[in-house]
C-alpha cells in the first residue's frame, strides 16, 4: 500500500460492532467482563480504548512501524521515551529545539540525573565526540524549529546502531508525507499530533511509532502506567486528520515555496530559512531524505530590526499571530517571545533565533493572497 492510500486505510477495518466504516467514538471508560478476567480485550480506558487503539493502528501504518501509541500531547510523547532512561544515562540532543523540549529535558529530568547535551547536528559526525558509555539516546529534530536545519536522519542512525543506542526523531515538521525516520534507521519516531497530523489546530496530541516488539512493549507500559493518554474524541478527530494529510502537505509545500521564494526577493528581508533553497547548508541533506520541503519558513527583517519585525506581525491580516503551526490556516509567530522563550535569550542566539526572526507556517489557503499579505505588511 503506497503512503496516499495508508492515510486513509492503512490498518484500519470497519467497526466490529456495526460495521460502521468509521471508527465510532467510544466514550467509555470501562467494559463489562462475563466474568473476573473475561473481557474482550478492553478493561479501562486509560490501557486501551476501540478509538485510540484505531488511531494508534493509523499511526504505525503511516510511518510504516508496526506499533503506534497515541499520548495527551507531543510533550507526553517525549516524556514517556525519556522514562526507558534512569538516572546517569545521557542523551545527546538537537540544538535548535522545540522550546517546550528543551523545558521538559532540562528542567524535569535534569533534575531526575539525567545529562542533556545540546549538540548542533548539521553535520552528524560532530555528535559521535559527544557519545560515552552513559549514552543511551539520540534526540533528532529534523527539520528543526524554528530554523529549519536538517540533520541526515541516516547519518545519525549509523552512529546510534554503532554505539549501541537508540535513535528518536521528533518528526513533527516533515510528517510522514515528507520523510519516514524508521525507514532511514531510528528506533522512534515522535510526533506533536496537534500540528500537521491533526491539522486542523482543533487538538492537543502525542503520538510514538516503533518497530520493535521490546521497545513497544517498554513503551506501552510506560504509557499506562504514567497515564498521559488522550481521550477518543480526540482521537476520533486525529484520525479524521490523518486521513487528508498527504493531500494537505502537497499544498502546504507548495505555498511554501512560493512564500520563501517571495520573502528571498524582498528588500525588506534579511536572511529567509527554509531547506528548499540551492544555497541552504543542508539542501542536499534535505532533497535526500526529504520528498519535498514542508510548509515552514522562518526569516528575518533588514538589519535583524526587532521592531520592524513586531510591526510586521502586528500588521499581517490572513496569516495569524499565534503560537503552533501545521493547520489549514497560516499563522505566524514570534520564536523569542513566543514559542522559544523557555530558552534561554544567549543560549536561543547561538543557534539563531534572534529577536528579528519571524516563524511562518504557511498554510493551504490561495497563494496570491497569503503572498499579498505578507506584500502590505511589509510595505
Ligand atoms: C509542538 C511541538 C512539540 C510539543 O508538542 P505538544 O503537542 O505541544 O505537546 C514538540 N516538538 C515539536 C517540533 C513541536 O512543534
Not at 41 to 56: I, K, V
Not at 347 to 365: A, C, H, N, W, Y
Amino acid at each position: 500500500m503506497k503512503f496516499n492510500t495508508k492515510t486513509i486505510h492503512g490498518k484500519q477495518h470497519p467497526d466490529l460492532a456495526y460495521g460502521a466504516v468509521i471508527p465510532p467514538i467510544y466514550q467509555t471508560t470501562t467494559y463489562v467482563q462475563t466474568t473476573p478476567g473475561g473481557h474482550k480485550g478492553f478493561e479501562y480506558s486509560r490501557t486501551h480504548n476501540p478509538t485510540r487503539q484505531a488511531l494508534e493502528n493509523a499511526f504505525a501504518s503511516i510511518e510504516n512501524g508496526e506499533f503506534g501509541l497515541a499520548f495527551g500531547s507531543g510533550l507526553a510523547a517525549i516524556d514517556a521515551v525519556i522514562k526507558l532512561l534512569k538516572p546517569g544515562d545521557e542523551v545527546i540532543s538537537t540544538n535548535d529545539l522545540y522550546g517546550g523540549t528543551y523545558r521538559l529535558f532540562t528542567s524535569i529530568f535534569e533534575g531526575f540525573g539525567i545529562k542533556f547535551h545540546f549538540v548542533g547536528m548539521e553535520n552528524a559526525a560532530n555528535i559521535e565526540n559527544f557519545v560515552n558509555h552513559n549514552t543511551k539516546l539520540i534526540w533528532v529534530e529534523t527539520p528543526t524549529n524554528p530554523m529549519l536545519n536538517i540533520i541526515d536522519i541516516k547519518a545519525t542512525a549509523a552512529i546510534a546502531k554503532k554505539h549501541n543506542v537508540l535513535l528518536a526523531v521528533d518528526n513533527t515538521f516533515a510528517t510522514p508525507y515528507l520523510q519516514q525516520p524508521l525507514d532511514l534507521g531510528a528506533d522512534i519516531v515522535m510526533h506533536s499530533a496537534t500540528k500537521y497530523i491533526g491539522g486542523h489546530s482543533d487538538l492537543v496530541m502525542g503520538a510514538l511509532i516503533v518497530k520493535d516488539k521490546d521497545l513497544a512493549k517498554k513503551l506501552y507500559f510506560i504509557q499506562n502506567a504514567s497515564g498521559a493518554i488522550c481521550g477518543p474524541q480526540d482521537s476520533f478527530l486525529a484520525l479524521r486528520g490523518i486521513k487528508t494529510l498527504h493531500v494537505r502537505m502537497q499544498r502546504h509545500c507548495e505555498n511554501a515555496k512560493a512564500v520563501a521564494t517571495y520573502l528571498a526577493s524582498h528588500p525588506k528581508v534579511e536572511n529567509v530559512y527554509w531547506p528548499g533553497f540551492k544555497n541552504h547548508p543542508n539542501h542536499t541533506i534535505a532533497k535526500t531524505q526529504m520528498k519535498d520541503f514542508g510548509g515552514m519558513i522562518s526569516f528575518s527583517t533588514k538589519g535583524n530590526d526587532y521592531s520592524e519585525s513586531i510591526k510586521l506581525l502586528e500588521k499581517l491580516r490572513i496569516f495569524t499571530l499565534a503560537e503552533s503551526l501545521g493547520g489549514v490556516e497560516s499563522l505566524a509567530g514570534h520564536p523569542a517571545s513566543m514559542t522559544h522563550a523557555s530558552i534561554p535569550k544567549a543560549e536561543r542566539e547561538k543557534t539563531g533565533v534572534v529577536d528579528s526572526l519571524i516563524r511562518l507556517s504557511v498554510g493551504i489557503e490561495d497563494e496570491e493572497d497569503l503572498i499579498n499579505d505578507l506584500k502590505q505588511a511589509l510595505g
